[in-house]
């Protein structure tokens, strides 16, 4: 069965950095993009940027970039997200997720989320 | 970018209700819209794809309509473990990606 399984949860101070990890199983790794998606304690969810595991390409969501990079091993079918620069309002849970498909950007399956807190 | 707004922000409805759920884009964004459930705590479960394909296991009293601006995600009768956030998502060729700003279900 499919599953992405994500590193535990962090506590960092403010200008920090964090490298999160994603290790996938149960389907082709080069198959399906990861995504790394945001929510902040009672809000919504934020799109940050995906990799692509066939070939390492990597597209980041406007806010993110120059603070964010995407990485994988495609030898252990794990992606990472090292978000540099940590602020106060970086305080969320991070999710990584698969696509349904190549041809729609619908997320079937998610990591349980890590919880990454920053603060002095 | 495109702007999704995602009405009522919270809802509550009995058990064997009909909940509608309502997600307007600033623009036309075609069937690119998904739903998904969220429980407290837990990540995000996809629901309905593609404005009202049902995604595989998901029960069929959930479903989605809707193109263009204006779409609708159902729930054709309430049970109690549907209690959760329920979010559209946007999506396209190119960034960005946007969520909806979610509705809270409970129960009445």
């Known amino acids: 069965q499919v599953q992405l399984v994500q590193s535990g949860a962090e506590v960092k101070k403010p200008g920090a950095s964090v490298k999160l990890s994603c290790k996938t199983s149960?389907?082709?790794?080069?198959?399906?993009?990861i995504y790394w998606l945001r929510q902040a304690p009672g809000q919504g969810l934020e799109w940050m940027g995906w990799?692509?595991?066939?070939?390492?390409?990597?597209n980041y969501a406007q806010k993110f970039r120059g603070r964010v990079t995407m990485t994988r091993d495609s030898s252990i079918s794990t992606a990472y997200m090292e978000l540099n620069r940590l602020k106060s309002d970086d305080t969320a849970v991070f999710y990584c997720a698969k696509v349904l498909g190549p041809m729609t950007t619908a997320f079937d399956f998610w990591g349980q989320g890590t919880l990454v807190t920053v603060s002095s | 970018d495109i702007q999704m707004t995602q009405s009522p922000s919270s809802l509550s409805a009995s058990v064997g209700d009909k909940v509608t759920i309502s997600c307007q884009a600033s623009?036309?964004?075609?069937?690119?819209l998904n739903w998904y459930q969220q429980k407290p705590g837990k990540a995000p479960k996809l629901l309905i794809f593609d404005a009202s394909n049902l995604e595989t296991g998901v029960p069929s009293r959930f479903s989605g309509s809707g193109s263009g601006t204006d779409f609708t995600f159902t729930i054709s009768s309430l049970q109690p473990e549907d209690i959760a956030t329920y979010f559209c998502?946007?999506?396209?060729?190119?960034?960005?990606?946007?969520f909806g700003q979610g509705t809270r279900l409970d129960i009445k």
């Open positions: 623009q036309d964004i075609g069937n690119f």
């Open positions: 990799i692509n595991p066939s070939n390492g390409g990597t």
């Open positions: 998502q946007y999506y396209d060729d190119l960034p960005p990606i946007a």
């Open positions: 149960g389907y082709t790794f080069s198959d399906s993009h």
